[in-house]
């Protein structure tokens, strides 16, 4: 299984950006996928994720009215809009899927809880 992300780019602070991320390989399904985020020297830190069952979303209160994830389960894609960026934003964004469902916060949003990870996609938010 394979997620390849895209959209990443060069964008000025209050602008916006669409990531994407499309899961491929051998069929499977995913129940909950995310979004993390990592700068250079420091961890990897949760974004947000969307549980199929149900649709119920979650978010990291550092972008809470400002990024807005969706998707398709059936097509195990996942989309990440954000808006009104800010520099701090800046970092490499990686999508992740999990094959057991949950609906544990504290699970949802440890990355080490995820099965499956695409190769990252650098967005850049300018001053």
């Given at each position: 299984?394979?997620?390849?992300?895209?959209?990443?780019?060069?964008?000025?602070?209050g602008?916006?950006?669409?990531?994407s991320?499309?899961?491929?390989?051998?069929?499977?399904s995913?129940?909950?996928?995310?979004?993390?985020?990592?700068?250079?020297?420091?961890?990897?830190?949760?974004?947000?994720?969307?549980?199929?069952?149900?649709?119920?979303?979650?978010?990291?209160?550092?972008?809470?009215?400002?990024?807005?994830?969706?998707?398709?389960?059936?097509?195990?894609?996942?989309?990440?809009?954000?808006?009104?960026?800010?520099?701090?934003?800046?970092?490499?964004?990686?999508?992740?899927?999990?094959?057991?469902?949950?609906?544990?916060?504290?699970?949802?949003?440890?990355?080490?809880?995820?099965?499956?990870?695409?190769?990252?996609?650098?967005?850049?938010?300018?001053?």
């Amino acid at each position: 299984v394979q997620l390849q992300a895209s959209g990443g780019g060069l964008v000025q602070a209050g602008g916006s950006l669409r990531l994407s991320c499309a899961a491929s390989g051998r069929t499977f399904s995913s129940t909950v996928m995310g979004w993390f985020r990592q700068v250079p020297g420091k961890e990897r830190e949760f974004v947000a994720a969307i549980r199929w069952s149900g649709g119920s979303t979650y978010y990291a209160d550092s972008v809470k009215g400002r990024f807005t994830i969706s998707g398709d389960d059936a097509e195990n894609t996942v989309h990440l809009q954000m808006n009104s960026l800010k520099p701090e934003d800046t970092a490499v964004y990686y999508c992740a899927a999990r094959r057991i469902d949950t609906s544990v916060f504290l699970t949802i949003t440890s990355g080490w809880r995820y099965d499956y990870w695409g190769q990252g996609t650098q967005v850049t938010v300018s001053s």
